[in-house]
């Protein structure tokens, strides 16, 4: 086990390292500049601007500068806000993504395993047919038209909840439903569909010939192996929310580090999108190691494909 | 004498014992037919009547009518137009390199497929949507990027489909008896390899379709897709989002349409899927 963690673990250095190079170049061969925004920046200021963020070095060097000191931590400093680094930035509007991504997370499992396995239980019953239904309604409906559907019935027509903001948990509760509902019902039926192929095996029928409650073979016996294709899933389901997080963050205008990349990118704010793009890259790397591991602890079998 | 039936008209037989897909093939149907057809016969999407403004839904205007005073039906035809086009060419994009790719490696097999196929590993790990948002920013908002862009995001599971596919059916007695029979290769491939990949790949595009038009809208919203004059149904969306606090409709009315949608591609995938008994793909 502990040789499959280390060898993933090293996988993953040359694929982050293409990333961050991937991008260093990209940025720096687009049109525009962080200072072309700005108009009346004369020669002299705009030399100076450029030599006060080692602009005026080769690209080769600035790379290599970046490099070294991303090795020591340090995403450098933001190009927009002259006063402060990346990594206060970071550290500012993480918490706030953290939080909505977590919320999210927790109301696709949530709502998502009750309803799948229910829907299993309760196969070809009406229940199975609703909960099937809801689960379609839950991915068709984009975030982008629920989102604003939401606030337009329960901010401004019923006034429960603010319509923009983060200030408590009041106001997690429209953008988790927001973000979470899609992948609520992909967990849905994903879990239905594990969970069937499992009562049927072999395995149940024992615990059930010995007696134990209906409740029990479902909680206990079933369950571990139905949740595989769920586990499989949650790799491409943090990816989506991570980036569902972009359009949500713009909807409810919560302050969080999605709406900070895409102004980044929109503004040519060199490190900051190299800081933003290492983050997210960083962390659904790292998650999808997480869900590897997780699945052959699950199913011990997977460590020898 | 009983007639025989083929692999096709079975599948064609329980698809038409599927209500819900073939409602959606026929909703899906109607859409484009409108969408296609609707703009010739409907108000111009961009005449502007600002003394109108935006109205409610009327007998003149069935959807009502933006802040500019264009006819929200227009608009939504024509938006609908633009987003099915991207869906089917990013789709098609998508088709072209991930079956290939797919074929290819599962013919080779060995070492050949083993490097192939880590490198769609390696990609899918990447968080791709992020590329694409920074692709668009940087290289403007071009559509013909946003097909290229999209169908090189989405290849990736078509590629492993394929390849599982082909790699199975390689290894079939009737590729063996067809070789023994001395056939040709070529003759193999076409005639017996790609029928049988056929019915995960027809299924897999059903499903694709919609995951496409679902990113061009999000990159819409995001003011990052489809640019005006040109207008889709991400574009009306976010319009809509903007001022839904007066003008319900607009946001009502293209959000409507652009889920039936989904709905409809979604339930003929599944329909699909059940018909041709495609065992489902366990990524």
Same mark, same amino acid.
């Given at each position: 086990m502990i040789r499959f963690v280390v060898q993933r673990l090293l996988q993953t250095i040359p694929v982050i390292w293409v990333i961050i190079t991937a991008t260093f170049f990209m940025i720096r061969f687009v049109p525009g500049g962080p200072f072309t925004a700005e108009k009346a920046v004369t020669p002299e200021i705009l030399r100076n601007l450029e030599a006060h963020y080692g602009m005026n070095k080769p690209l080769y060097r600035q790379y290599l500068d970046y490099a070294w000191s991303l090795l020591r931590g340090d995403l450098g400093p933001s190009f927009k806000y002259p006063t402060r680094s990346v990594n206060e930035i970071i550290a500012d509007k993480l918490p706030v993504s953290m939080e909505l991504g977590l919320v999210s997370l927790a109301v696709a499992l949530g709502v998502g395993l009750p309803l799948g396995v229910l829907a299993a239980v309760k196969r070809n019953s009406w229940i199975d047919y609703v909960c099937s239904s809801v689960a379609m309604v839950g991915i068709c409906v984009p975030t982008f038209v629920l989102g604003p559907l939401l606030i337009l019935v329960f901010a401004i027509h019923f006034g429960q909840f603010n319509a923009s903001g983060w200030f408590g948990p009041m106001d997690w509760v429209l953008p988790s439903i927001t973000l979470g509902s899609v992948y609520a019902a992909y967990v849905a039926r994903l879990t239905r569909g594990g969970m069937l192929e499992v009562l049927s095996q072999d395995y149940i029928r024992t615990a059930r010939a010995k007696g134990a409650s209906e409740t029990r073979v479902v909680l206990k016996h079933a369950l571990r192996g139905g949740l595989t294709p769920v586990v499989s899933f949650l790799g491409p389901a943090i990816a989506g929310i991570v980036t569902g997080s972009f359009v949500i963050e713009t909807i409810f205008q919560i302050p969080g580090i999605g709406r900070e990349f895409i102004n980044s990118a929109t503004n040519r704010d060199y490190t900051l999108v190299l800081g933003t793009v290492i983050l997210y890259a960083g962390f659904i790397i790292g998650m999808n190691l997480v869900v590897d591991i997780a699945l052959v602890w699950l199913n011990p079998r997977l460590k020898f494909e | 004498m009983e007639r025989g039936h083929s692999p096709w008209s079975d599948a064609w037989h329980r698809l038409r014992k599927n209500r819900m897909a073939l409602a959606g093939a026929i909703l899906l149907a109607v859409l484009a037919l409108a969408c296609a057809a609707g703009p010739v016969f409907s !108000? %111009?999407? =961009? =005449? !502007?009547n600002l003394d109108l403004g935006a109205v409610p839904? %009327? *007998? *003149?205007?069935w959807l009502g009518t933006d802040t500019l005073g264009r006819d929200l039906l227009a608009r939504t035809l024509y938006g609908g137009r633009i987003s099915i086009m991207v869906g089917l060419v990013a789709t098609f994009v998508a088709l072209a390199i991930g079956v290939t790719y797919g074929a290819i490696a599962g013919f080779l097999g060995g070492k050949t497929d083993a490097v192939m196929m880590r490198i769609v590993d390696i990609l899918y790990a990447l968080p791709f949507a992020i590329f694409v948002i920074l692709l668009m920013v940087f290289f403007g908002r071009n559509i013909f990027l946003l097909f290229f862009a999209i169908g090189a995001v989405e290849w990736l599971t078509m590629a492993r489909i394929v390849r599982g596919q082909v790699m199975s059916i390689k290894r079939m007695e009737f590729i063996e008896a067809a070789r023994a029979l001395g056939l040709g290769r070529r003759r193999i491939i076409f005639r017996h390899v790609i029928p049988n990949v056929l019915g995960p790949v027809i299924v897999y595009t059903t499903l694709t379709i919609p995951a496409v038009m679902l990113l061009e809208a999000f990159l819409s919203f995001l003011g990052l897709g489809v640019q005006a004059p040109m207008s889709s149904w991400g574009v009306l969306i976010k319009d809509g989002s903007e001022k839904m606090e007066e003008f319900w409709w607009l946001l009502v009315f293209p959000g409507a349409l652009f889920s039936m949608t989904l709905f409809s591609l979604n339930f003929l995938g599944d329909g699909l899927r059940d018909a041709l008994d495609v065992r489902a793909s366990r990524d």
């Open positions: - | !108000q %111009s999407y =961009e =005449e !502007q839904p %009327s *007998a *003149a205007h």
